[in-house]
């Protein structure tokens, strides 16, 4: 029987971009399943959290994902647009959102179609890379869900017949993801055991190859 993990994963998440091609790679390389779980982001589920950080918090945090992204050899910058609009007068985290929501529901849809690591790697790497201005435009979406094996306006059309039933598969995976251990992502859970940040992979494929791992 194949090992399992389930990857709760967020598209605002640098981390989840930065850990992502080697996820992709180790289950394409071994007999192991990874479950793409997508939650929103902490500044949609806690709008105030970022208010409430220290201000060093931040500067860390952005140091370290160039840091990180230089040593991984991954192309980085911070996307434009934002998936999560932050209101720059305020300061604040709205209700009402642009882009976090529908590109949440459709790695949902992605997932269910058994395509949800493939979606995830392709767009993170279209937000997240710094090669793509405006990527909520033109086909920029279209093409990275055709390089996943998905199609856009396929995906599009599901979310939009039965929104509720993905805004509650997320809240589910939100549910799961605490029950896993923690409340931040990239969270991998496997067997019960969590592994929280991109920095744990190497002790996942660790735990996983105590438990059997093998290549393909």
């Given at each position: 029987?194949?090992l399992a993990?389930?990857?709760f994963w967020?598209?605002?998440s640098?981390?989840s ?13 071994h007999d ?23 201000p060093l918090w931040?500067?860390y945090l952005l140091?370290?994902?160039y840091?990180?992204a ?14 999560v609009?932050r209101d ?14 529908r590109l949440?529901h459709?790695?949902?849809a ?9 979606f995830?790697?392709?767009v ?5 890379n710094g090669q793509?201005?405006?990527w909520h435009e ?6 990275a869900?055709a390089?996943a094996?998905l199609?856009?306006a396929?995906?599009?059309a599901?979310v939009?017949?039965n ?7 997320v809240e ?7 029950k896993?251990g ?5 969270l991998?859970v496997h ?6 940040g991109?920095?744990r992979f190497d002790?996942?494929v660790?735990?996983?190859q105590?438990?059997?791992l093998?290549?393909r």
């Amino acid at each position: 029987m194949s090992l399992a993990f389930d990857l709760f994963w967020s598209f605002r998440s640098p981390y989840s971009y930065l850990v992502t091609p080697r996820i992709a790679a180790l289950v394409e390389a071994h007999d192991v399943q990874c479950n793409v779980r997508i939650v929103y982001p902490i500044a949609v589920r806690q709008a105030d959290f970022f208010a409430n950080a220290d201000p060093l918090w931040v500067h860390y945090l952005l140091k370290d994902c160039y840091r990180t992204a230089d040593y991984l050899g991954l192309p980085f910058r911070w996307p434009n647009p934002d998936p999560v609009y932050r209101d720059p007068n305020t300061g604040q985290y709205p209700r009402e959102q642009p882009h976090i929501h529908r590109l949440s529901h459709l790695g949902v849809a992605a997932a269910e179609r058994g395509h949800g690591l493939a979606f995830i790697r392709e767009v993170s790497s279209l937000i997240w890379n710094g090669q793509t201005d405006n990527w909520h435009e033109g086909d920029h979406l279209a093409k990275a869900a055709a390089r996943a094996g998905l199609d856009l306006a396929d995906l599009d059309a599901a979310v939009a017949a039965n929104e509720a039933h993905y805004i509650a598969s997320v809240e589910t995976n939100q549910s799961d993801q605490r029950k896993g251990g923690h409340y931040g992502v990239p969270l991998m859970v496997h067997d019960g055991e969590p592994f929280f940040g991109q920095d744990r992979f190497d002790q996942l494929v660790w735990r996983l190859q105590q438990k059997g791992l093998r290549p393909r």
